[in-house]
């Protein structure tokens, strides 16, 4: 149990352009989803918390108009990159806490974006 | 501020010996403590976790410890396996409030050797 995919694993794009990343519990819901992202060789880092139903919570320093998160259902969360430059590249991990559970999350097994 | 800190960036244990990894935190309010192993290019999968009013907890051949006055944790492997070796990170969060939040450590990588 506790399963967590998310779509795609890996993509490229262009700079300038938006890119979804879709996070979805599997086998649970999940009223608090969360993203996180990844620097080679370093720990995962939180960017936002994402309740369903209602306005995620972003991070001191992540940009809320440059990462879009939407949950609209207790499965489902994205995350949409936009207007992606290759700063942004990097390795973008979601997670899902079991609706009325302790403090365990259970992660996606990420998104490798690359901007060219 | 590095509020969760794995002193040691890597750990090397022959097969079949005991892997101790360890994990110290500065923040007193932390009260949930979790341990997870992640592979390159995936995502963490949980192993283990301890609450504050325990200290110890074990699942099979993994065991974390918990030493609130000394603010340490450190999770247990034994025996070790080839198989174990990964990236190991230690993370914490207060429960109080909602949707609590994990901070975690910034990894040990463990090699298990034949």
């Known amino acids: 149990g506790a399963v967590v995919s998310q779509h795609p694993s890996w993509v490229i794009c262009k700079s300038g352009t938006s890119v979804k990343i879709e996070c979805r519990s599997l086998?649970?819901?999940?009223?608090?989803m969360f993203w996180y992202r990844q620097f080679p060789k370093q720990s995962l880092m939180l960017m936002a918390t994402?309740?369903?139903?209602?306005?995620?919570?972003?991070e001191q320093g992540v940009e809320k108009d440059k990462f879009l998160i939407n949950h609209a259902s207790l499965t489902l969360s994205t995350l949409t990159v936009t207007s992606a430059h290759p700063e942004d590249s990097s390795f973008y991990i979601c997670s899902a806490k079991v609706a009325g559970g302790h403090d365990t999350q259970y992660f996606g097994p990420g998104t490798r974006l690359t901007v060219l | 501020d590095q509020q969760v800190k794995q002193n040691s960036p890597s750990l090397s244990v022959q097969e079949g010996r005991i892997s101790i990894l360890n994990c110290d935190y500065t923040?007193?309010?932390?009260?949930?403590f979790l341990w997870y192993k992640k592979y390159p290019a995936e995502g963490p999968t949980f192993l283990i976790s301890?609450?504050?009013?325990?200290d110890k907890n074990e699942d099979g051949r993994f065991t974390v410890f918990l030493n609130k006055s000394a603010k340490h944790l450190s999770l247990h492997i034994v025996p070790s396996q080839p198989g174990d070796s990964a990236v190991y990170f230690c993370a914490a969060s207060t429960t109080t409030g909602t949707a609590s939040k994990l901070t975690f450590g910034t990894g040990t990588r463990l090699q298990v050797t034949l």
């Open positions: 086998d649970f819901q999940a009223t608090t």
């Open positions: 994402s309740n369903e139903g209602s306005k995620a919570t972003y």
């Open positions: 923040n007193s309010m932390f009260d949930y």
């Open positions: 301890i609450s504050s009013i325990k």
